[in-house]
């Protein structure tokens, strides 16, 4: 044999056992789903109808588990939310650690710091027994440096020229950047997607930095996981690539155009209420029609970086008029552990615990719930056409659906503003959406930050 054709041969050999140069690569395992645990659930919502619950473990009790969770299901469950969705689940990474929960070590394990597998199916089964779906959170653009990956198929990771494995956000020194041009890195992370559908019977991802994976990778997983028999579930894509996330098999997808738009133009520097219109004509282009924007005005990342709701828009009563306008415009709500009774101190999700102080705001809670409930009885709310009416100061819309039809006015301003309703809304037959009570409509005065839901 000649020596170039034996060489050739070895190589092809080496190959096949797993040899690549310089790295030993181990086969990926033969993969099966395990037996089903519990009964897929039937209450999983639409993307217009839900309203998600934000868990942070690490803050939302004082023991920071599993059980601190199960304990305040009922409590969840009063606001009139229909989905929880539970921070990551997974063990985290150790070697070049900083504590964060998005630094994933397994993707088949539970983080022992929050409990066992057992204790989290007791959550997802009391989820379902109160009519909650729950979906976790899929950190899947990278894992921590200590992953199995890491020694067993160096090659699904990217590196640098030097041949070290890639660090993509030098913020976080914990995480190592996969490569999704590997055709094994994608088919074992479509395995782990569908291991916590079985094992847990859980409802639903949301996508941790999706902008970071490709689009090949979320078309195989998301057809994937839409193809387990009997189960229904709801996907949502933290990332800015609202175009392929609505029209490429998500549910949903968290709309910062809107939020930032809220809390930075609008609230911090007093520009026109007229820009959200152009976020809602730029973001829905083109979208499916059952997906929907995920909209908040504090979720874990606001809350720890920024400031709670009051900081971000300027005291409870700016935070409740942004919130009419994030759940009622055009979007699926989310609320995030303690906005609900006030509590005015950051959560953090790494490094130190300060757990949130569940002191009762009756009041506040109350307006939560009320809010939350007149949507969940309002087809034209959810699914409604809208028509905006807005001006500088004032956001102004009406969403009909058949002969339902509802009127949002709120004032984002800290002053009393005037605003002229249109003739096309119409000055009668409206009826306050909470009391019942006519409403006559011309030129009204609206005090700072408040809003009016009426209805005809």
Same mark, same amino acid.
């Not at 579930?233 to 996330?245: C, I, N, Q, S, V």
């Not at 949507?375 to 100061?393: C, F, I, K, Q, V």
């Not at 009406?398 to 039809?405: A, D, L, P, V, Y």
């Given at each position: 044999?000649?020596?170039?054709?034996?060489?050739?041969?070895?190589?092809?050999?080496?190959?096949?056992?797993?040899?690549?140069?310089?790295?030993?690569?181990?086969?990926?395992?033969?993969?099966? #789903?395990?037996?089903?645990?519990?009964?897929?659930?039937?209450?999983?919502?639409?993307?217009?109808?839900?309203?998600?619950?934000?868990?942070?473990?690490?803050?939302?009790?004082?023991?920071?588990?599993?059980?601190?969770?199960?304990?305040?299901?009922?409590?969840?469950?009063?606001?009139?939310?229909? &989905?929880?969705?539970?921070?990551?689940?997974?063990?985290?990474?150790?070697?070049?650690?900083?504590?964060?929960?998005?630094?994933?070590?397994?993707?088949?394990?539970?983080?022992?710091?929050?409990?066992?597998?057992? #204790? *989290?199916?007791?959550?997802? @089964?009391?989820?379902?027994? !109160?009519? *909650?779906? &729950?979906?976790?959170? =899929?950190?899947?653009?990278?894992?921590?440096?200590?992953?199995?990956?890491?020694?067993?198929?160096?090659?699904?990771?990217?590196?640098?020229?030097? %041949?070290?494995?890639?660090?993509?956000?030098?913020? =976080?020194?914990?995480?190592?950047?996969?490569?999704?041009?590997?055709?094994?890195?994608?088919?074992?992370?479509?395995?782990?997607?569908?291991? =916590?559908?079985?094992?847990? $019977?859980? #409802?639903?991802?949301?996508? @941790?930095?999706? @902008?970071?994976?490709?689009?090949?990778?979320?078309?195989?997983?998301?057809? $994937?996981?839409?193809?387990?028999?009997?189960?229904? *579930?709801?996907?949502?894509?933290?990332?800015?690539?609202?175009?392929?996330?609505?029209?490429?098999?998500? @549910?949903?997808?968290?709309?910062?155009?809107?939020?930032?738009? /809220?809390?930075?133009?609008?609230?911090?520097? %007093?520009?026109?209420?007229?820009?959200?219109?152009? &976020?809602?004509?730029? $973001?829905?282009?083109?979208?499916?029609?059952?997906?929907?924007? /995920?909209?908040?005005?504090?979720?874990?990342?606001?809350?720890? =970086?920024?400031?709670?709701?009051?900081? /971000?828009?300027?005291?409870?009563?700016?935070?409740?008029?942004?919130?009419?306008?994030?759940?009622?415009?055009?979007?699926? +709500?989310?609320?995030? $552990?303690?906005?609900?009774?006030?509590?005015?101190?950051?959560?953090?999700?790494?490094?130190?615990?300060? +757990?949130? &102080?569940?002191?009762?705001?009756?009041?506040?809670?109350?307006?939560?719930?009320?809010?939350?409930?007149? !949507?969940?009885?309002?087809?034209?709310?959810?699914?409604?056409?809208?028509?905006?009416?807005?001006?500088?100061?004032?956001?102004?819309?009406?969403?009909?659906?058949?002969?339902?039809?509802?009127?949002?006015?709120?004032?984002?301003?800290?002053?009393?503003?005037?605003?002229?309703?249109?003739?096309?809304?119409?000055?009668?037959?409206? !009826?306050?959406?909470?009391? %019942?009570?006519?409403?006559?409509?011309?030129?009204?005065?609206?005090?700072?930050?408040?809003?009016?839901?009426?209805?005809?």
């Amino acid at each position: 044999m000649k020596k170039t054709a034996f060489f050739s041969l070895l190589l092809a050999l080496l190959s096949v056992a797993g040899v690549g140069f310089g790295r030993i690569t181990r086969p990926v395992a033969p993969y099966h #789903d395990p037996a089903q645990y519990g009964k897929p659930f039937a209450g999983v919502p639409d993307a217009p109808n839900a309203t998600i619950y934000q868990v942070n473990m690490r803050g939302f009790s004082q023991a920071g588990n599993f059980q601190g969770v199960l304990a305040r299901l009922d409590s969840i469950k009063a606001l009139g939310v229909n &989905v929880v969705y539970l921070m990551p689940i997974f063990p985290i990474g150790k070697l070049r650690a900083v504590d964060s929960p998005f630094a994933v070590q397994d993707y088949m394990g539970v983080n022992p710091e929050f409990g066992t597998l057992a #204790d *989290l199916r007791a959550i997802v @089964d009391g989820a379902h027994r !109160r009519g *909650l779906a &729950v979906m976790l959170d =899929w950190v899947g653009n990278h894992t921590s440096f200590d992953h199995a990956w890491i020694a067993q198929h160096p090659d699904w990771y990217i590196h640098d020229a030097a %041949g070290a494995i890639v660090n993509p956000i030098p913020d =976080w020194k914990d995480i190592a950047q996969l490569d999704f041009s590997k055709p094994e890195l994608r088919a074992a992370m479509r395995q782990a997607l569908r291991y =916590w559908v079985f094992a847990a $019977n859980i #409802d639903g991802y949301r996508f @941790d930095y999706a @902008d970071g994976p490709t689009q090949e990778f979320f078309a195989e997983a998301l057809a $994937n996981l839409h193809g387990i028999a009997k189960h229904k *579930l709801l996907l949502l894509a933290e990332g800015d690539k609202k175009k392929y996330y609505l029209a490429g098999g998500f @549910d949903l997808c968290y709309d910062f155009g809107f939020v930032n738009v /809220l809390k930075g133009d609008i609230f911090a520097k %007093g520009k026109s209420v007229k820009l959200i219109d152009s &976020v809602n004509t730029a $973001n829905y282009r083109n979208a499916r029609p059952n997906t929907r924007m /995920l909209r908040y005005t504090s979720n874990h990342d606001l809350n720890a =970086w920024e400031g709670t709701p009051q900081q /971000l828009f300027k005291g409870e009563r700016g935070a409740m008029a942004a919130f009419v306008v994030a759940a009622y415009m055009r979007a699926t +709500p989310l609320i995030y $552990n303690g906005q609900e009774v006030g509590y005015a101190e950051r959560v953090p999700f790494m490094r130190e615990r300060k +757990p949130i &102080v569940w002191t009762p705001n009756p009041a506040l809670t109350q307006e939560y719930k009320r809010l939350i409930r007149f !949507r969940n009885g309002s087809s034209a709310l959810r699914n409604g056409e809208l028509a905006s009416y807005s001006s500088d100061d004032v956001c102004a819309f009406t969403k009909t659906e058949g002969q339902e039809r509802v009127l949002v006015l709120a004032n984002l301003r800290n002053a009393p503003v005037s605003y002229a309703v249109p003739v096309a809304v119409g000055r009668t037959g409206w !009826r306050n959406a909470f009391d %019942g009570q006519p409403a006559a409509l011309e030129l009204l005065t609206l005090q700072p930050y408040q809003y009016l839901i009426l209805k005809k």
